[in-house]
């Protein structure tokens, strides 16, 4: 903006000291002296008396001078003020920009989709890491990368993680417990897979479906939708299998996720993956979402009893331990996920599930295969209704084969909902 003038106050259109002379040089002339005929000269700023025009004007013109300045001043304040803060906002906004960029890309890192290799890259580098530290042979690292080429060539898993005969050693336990299990329904016998060096960290998902697979290729109903798959799948070929079923239609919405591609990444994958792998081998499923806590403390009990009639249904009768056809179930929650492969009944009515953890290490679920056990290692699988205080669960629960129409209506019916909410 213009100064002012000190006289009127206008903003003076042309250079302030100009102005004060053209509009207000009266004020410049002096008054006669009181009573002796000196000429004297006042000063309009400040009321200062002069007896000489010229020292008048010079002190006008400090006067004239000092506002200029001080309102310059005062201008260069403000344009400072203005620029800090938009150097301030651009700042600000920068390191806003910067803090999503770091987000996304952990957000990419943890769900696998950072272009950083998949189950063979991270294998081999952390076999490398095991032989610079000592901790392995370099034959051993030949030997074992040579193992897992072919296993991954052929689509398999290689067995090395896996624990068979829990289920039946579980069986023979609760025959001669009698201490405080009412009642124990199993599924049909699974094998325990563990996340092992190539998808530690992101393998849970594909881990329990192993785990589903193996006791679905004991259940003679399930033949005819496996004769493709009588062995167990790699990680690496359930990731092909899982971008067949989204080429087929499967899940549009989840598969655009993960830009329709998994294989040769580290993703993770959840409860709407597994149904689609399922369905897509003509394998009846459902999901069922338990969206939010149905009892106190944050905790699920709705969750056990839907668990206690999957087993029971079936199977109602005096038998205390009751070994069922009913497969085991998939359980998700934000950041990991384990199979349901029984539930007990306490003596005194509080439900208890029993899970197979992809993150338990082999040694550990072996010691259950132990006989005489007295019970110590079901600690490993036991969860009582106040471990589990997640905000949210989601099954994936089997319960038969789709005929070819049905499994056409429900990948339909998945590219626009694929769970049920429980109210």
């Known amino acids: 903006g213009l100064p002012e003038c000190p006289f009127c106050g206008e903003a003076a259109e042309r250079e302030l000291e100009a102005h004060v002379r053209a509009r207000h040089g009266h004020h410049l002339l002096g008054a006669p002296g009181a009573g002796n005929g000196e000429q004297l000269y006042e000063c309009p700023m400040c009321s200062l008396t002069c007896t000489n025009i010229q020292i008048l004007e010079e ?6 001078q ?6 310059g001043g005062n201008m260069r304040d403000l344009e400072l003020a203005q620029r800090l803060q938009t150097e301030e906002d651009k700042w600000q906004r920068s390191e ?13 890192k943890q769900y696998g989709l950072d272009n950083s290799g998949g189950y063979k890259q991270q294998f ?9 530290r000592g901790r392995m042979q370099p034959f051993e690292y030949h030997r074992r990368k040579a193992d897992m080429m072919e296993c991954l060539a052929f689509g398999i898993d290689d067995g090395k993680t896996k624990t068979s005969g829990v289920i039946e050693a579980l069986c023979k336990y609760y025959q001669n417990e009698n201490k405080d299990v009412r009642h124990v329904w199993l599924s049909t016998g699974v094998d325990h ?8 960290g992101w393998g849970c998902g594909y881990r329990n479906f192993q785990m589903l697979l193996s006791s679905l290729l004991q ?3 399930y033949n005819d939708c496996l004769r493709d798959t009588t062995l167990i799948p790699s990680i690496p070929k359930i990731q092909s ?10 899940d549009p919405h989840g598969a655009s996720h993960f830009n329709n591609r998994l294989h040769g990444s580290k993703a993770w ?10 369905t897509n081998l003509r394998i009846k499923c459902q999901i069922i979402d338990f969206h939010k806590p149905t009892g106190p403390m944050g905790t699920h009990p709705r969750l056990f009893e839907w668990v206690l009639r999957y087993y029971s249904t079936e199977n109602e009768g005096g038998a205390k331990v009751v070994c069922t056809s009913k497969p085991p179930i998939y359980l998700q929650h934000q950041g990991h996920s384990r199979t349901v492969v029984g539930i007990e009944e306490k003596k005194n009515k509080t439900l208890c599930l029993l899970l197979f953890d992809p993150g338990c290490p082999s040694q550990e679920m072996q010691k259950l295969l132990k006989q005489n056990s007295d019970g110590t290692s079901l600690k490993l699988l036991r969860r009582f209704v106040g471990s589990l205080k997640e905000k949210q669960y989601q099954i994936v629960a089997v319960d038969g084969v789709l005929s070819l129409e049905e499994k056409a209506a429900r990948c339909h019916a998945s590219q626009v909902l694929t769970s049920e909410k429980i109210p």
Not at 127 to 132: L, P
């Open 96 to 108: 806003e920009e910067k803090r999503e960029r770091e987000e996304f890309k952990k957000l990419q």
């Open 269 to 278: 994958i959840g409860a709407c993956e597994i149904y689609s792998l399922l």
């Open 193 to 200: 897979f563990q996340s092992s060096l190539g998808d530690r």
């Open 59 to 64: 002190h006008v013109d400090l006067h004239l």
């Open 124 to 132: 081999l580098k952390n076999m490398e890491r095991e032989v610079d």
């Open 66 to 71: 000092e506002q200029s300045f001080s309102e």
């Open 219 to 221: 259940n003679s109903s």
């Open 241 to 250: 299998m899982i971008e067949d079923a989204w080429r087929e239609g499967f």
